[in-house]
T-cell receptor, first 111, second 114 residues
Framework: TQLLEQSPQFLSIQEGENLTVYCNSS?????LQWYRQEPGEGPVLLVT?????EVKKLKRLTFQFGDARKDSSLHITAAQPGDTGLYLC???????????FGKGTRLSVIA | GAVVSQHPSRVICKSGTSVKIECRSL??????MFWYRQFPKQSLMLMAT?????????EQGVEKDKFLINHASLTLSTLTVTSAHPEDSSFYIC??????????FGPGTRLTVT
């Protein structure tokens, strides 16, 4: 399985601050997905990016796929306590291969 | 969005017994389903890939005789943990891939072996 390096692993910020989570690999991915997971629940898909350089926005969340399709970032603007959770990036080398996950970023937004 | 269900959500069993976990895609057909395991405060680790009508493909280090996977239909895959031991206690999550190659995850099953 290919390795996805996700950073930071832990992040604690104040409400209203901005933050960026990074996901990097030496491998090229056909698609990369971002998930959010609450304790005791399964991951919930936030976004899928497939084109190099692609940028997608979901309210205050901005997702970017690197030009070479080896890296991605998640930027949250004006974080809120409701954003607290585990954020996971996951990539597939091809359409037939399973998703492999980064180690996750545990975000805590303090009111 | 696509919905994947898992049953049971929680199970407690005694050491040496077997436990079956079901994974269903509710509103789409999934020729491929995946089983992941997640330890506390860690990410998801792929255990096996389950293809409808054929044998599952297991990741390195996962015992296929201990974790039996059956994918009998396009909407159902099962994972049976045989002769469970306390070290098998974990959060098991399945996912199903739709025809657009997007993976959707179930809510997970918390297994506790006493």
């Amino acid at each position: 399985t290919q390795l996805l390096e996700q950073s930071p692993q832990f992040l604690s910020i104040q409400e209203g601050e901005n933050l960026t989570v990074y996901c990097n690999s030496s491998s090229v991915f056909s698609s990369l997905q971002w998930y959010r997971q609450e304790p005791g629940e399964g991951p919930v898909l936030l976004v899928t990016v497939v084109t190099g350089g692609e940028v997608k926005k979901l309210k205050r969340l901005t997702f970017q796929f690197g030009d070479a399709r080896k890296d991605s970032s998640l930027h949250i603007t004006a974080a809120q306590p409701g954003d607290t959770g585990l954020y996971l990036c996951a990539g597939a080398v091809s359409g037939n291969t399973p998703l492999v996950f980064g180690k996750g970023t545990r975000l805590s937004v303090i009111a | 969005g696509a919905v994947v269900s898992q049953h049971p959500s929680r199970v407690i069993c005694k050491s040496g017994t077997s436990v079956k976990i079901e994974c269903r895609s509710l509103d789409f057909q999934a020729t491929t389903m995946f089983w992941y395991r997640q330890f506390p405060k860690q990410s998801l680790m792929l255990m096996a890939t389950s293809n409808e009508g054929s044998k599952a493909t297991y990741e390195q280090g996962v015992e296929k005789d201990k974790f039996l996977i059956n994918h009998a239909s396009l909407t159902l895959s099962t994972l049976t943990v045989t002769s469970a031991h306390p070290e098998d206690s974990s959060f098991y999550i399945c996912s199903a891939r739709d025809r657009y190659y997007e993976q959707y995850f179930g809510p997970g099953t918390r297994l506790t072996v006493t």
